[in-house]
């Protein structure tokens, strides 16, 4: 079985990501493109899920649906609610992934790199900062929203856009899972973007590097 495409680097892989090329399942071929498109890669998560399709394709549509661009939410905000409830749940594989398709997403390099200090940071505005508030909340285990945090959280954001919001993040919950129970091999790109604008603030690949 050949590699994935984005050439994995870094421990001990659990189960070996399928190359996209190798996909038999044409729907599934034409949906894993869809994150060339906008990703530049297919992430190994997918490459992996591909073994029961039906499970990836309902992935995928969930994905498209959350980061839909006709939604109301703006696409980056939306990464960095994913990244800020990976970050919760303790998943490096998503904070990398997060970190590329916010910067892809119209997220300054400055500002993913202060994501941290969203709180206190001037980049961040008072909606944004509630938002992510709401995605540290939501993400924790147990769940720590509170009606007081719903109020502070619905002072800035309409219900429609709250829905968009939490759909982040509960699609991040099952990468989440899925990503740290696997031990999926990071990428090329993932892993230089993470390591360059989060190092610093505790980023590491740990199970995710591959030797």
């Known amino acids: 079985m050949g590699r994935a495409p984005g050439a994995i680097i870094g ?12 996909c038999a399942d044409p729907e599934l071929a034409d949906a894993l493109g869809h994150f060339t498109r906008t990703l530049g890669f297919v992430p ?28 109301e939410v703006d696409l980056g905000l939306k990464r960095l609610v994913g990244h800020v409830a990976s970050a ?6 998503c904070k990398a992934h ?30 944004e900062r509630a938002a992510l508030d709401f995605a540290m909340e939501a993400a924790s285990v147990p769940n720590a929203v509170t009606d007081a945090s719903y109020a502070a959280l619905a ?35 993932p892993m230089a973007r993470a390591g360059e604008l989060l190092a610093d603030r505790g980023w590491t690949a740990g199970k995710h590097r591959r030797p």
Request: aromatic share 8%; proline share 6%.
């Open 11 to 22: 421990a001990v892989t659990r189960m070996q990501p399928i190359p996209a090329e190798d």
């Open 98 to 127: 997060t970190t590329v398709s916010a910067t892809r997403h119209g997220v300054s390099d400055e500002k993913m790199a202060a994501v941290y200090d969203y709180a206190t940071s001037p980049l961040f505005t008072p909606a």
């Open 88 to 93: 919760a749940s303790g998943c490096q594989y």
């Open 44 to 71: 190994n998560s997918l490459l992996t899920m591909q073994r029961v399709p039906a499970i990836a394709k309902a992935v995928i549509h969930l994905n498209r649906a959350v980061f839909a661009p006709d939604g």
């Open 155 to 189: 002072e800035h954001w309409t219900e429609s856009q709250i829905v968009e919001l939490l759909g982040v993040v509960c699609m991040f919950g099952v990468f989440n899972r899925w990503n740290d129970s696997m031990a999926t091999p990071l990428e090329e790109l």
